[in-house]
Antibody
Framework: EVQLVESGGGLVQPGGSLRLSCAAS????????MNWVRQAPGKGLEWVSY????????YYADSVKGRFTISRDNAKNSLYLQMNSLRAEDTAVYYC?????????????WGQGTLVTVSS | SYVLTQPPSVSVAPGKTARITCGGN??????VHWYQQKPGQAPVLVIY???DRPSGIPERFSGSNSGNTATLTISRVEAGDEADYYC?????????????FGTGTKVTVL
């Protein structure tokens, strides 16, 4: 069974940093492209970042470019999101999601999410 | 950047058909995926590549995509279908690559 379990969320002050983790199991993690998607309270889904299966190709949403860094450790079956210079508008539930196939494939499995709250 | 527009809400009686639209410039040339999200839960993929259904998704869920509009159709609506629905595409035509989600539609079963 495919499982994605996020951790690392919490309360952080504006300007602070946080590192999210996503532990994957039930599939060959190193073969899949991965993403982070977030959802602010009461709002819609917002894609945050993408990383290829090898980690060699990375994309970011404009809203987080230069502040967030996505990475992965295929030996540990883990995905990460380093978030720096956090702002109130980064407050959201952060989901990791697996990409099915390649090219324009969908996000076929999602974790349950971890809540990040940026507030003083 | 590419924009996907959905109606904020759709109301439907049990047993009837709900149609949720997703508008985007020449969206028919892209692959559209649909997600269902119930309160407090993670999104679930219900339609991918315009009209394919993942295993475990009822045949009542179907999709189409042409021109400037993609449509998710839920036939014989049940109370359990009440949720938020999001369309999504992979935008490879702008100056950078990204996933784009629609604005979301809340489906209410009357």
């Amino acid at each position: 069974e495919v499982q994605l379990v996020e951790s690392g969320g919490g309360l952080v002050q504006p300007g602070g940093s946080l590192r999210l983790s996503c532990a994957a199991s039930g599939f060959t993690f190193s073969s899949y492209e991965m993403n982070w998607v977030r959802q602010a309270p009461g709002k819609g889904l917002e894609w945050v970042s993408y990383i290829s299966s090898s980690g060699s190709t990375i994309y970011y949403a404009d809203s987080v470019k230069g502040r967030f860094t996505i990475s992965r450790d295929n030996a540990k079956n883990s995905l990460y999101l380093q978030m720096n210079s956090l702002r109130a508008e980064d407050t959201a539930v952060y989901y990791c999601a697996r990409r099915y196939g390649s090219g324009s494939g969908p996000l076929d499995y999602w974790g349950q999410g971890t809540l990040v709250t940026v507030s003083s | 950047s590419y924009v996907l527009t959905q109606p904020p809400s759709v109301s439907v009686a049990p047993g009837k058909t709900a149609r949720i639209t997703c508008g985007g410039n020449n969206i028919g040339s892209k692959s559209v995926h649909w997600y269902q999200q119930k309160p407090g839960q993670a999104p679930v993929l219900v339609i991918y590549y315009d009209s394919d259904r993942p295993s475990g998704i009822p045949e009542r869920f179907s999709g189409s995509n042409s021109g400037n509009t993609a449509t998710l159709t839920i036939s014989r609506v049940e109370a359990g279908d009440e949720a938020d629905y999001y369309c999504q595409v992979w935008d490879s035509n702008s100056d950078h690559l990204s996933y784009v989600f629609g604005t979301g539609t809340k489906v209410t079963v009357l």
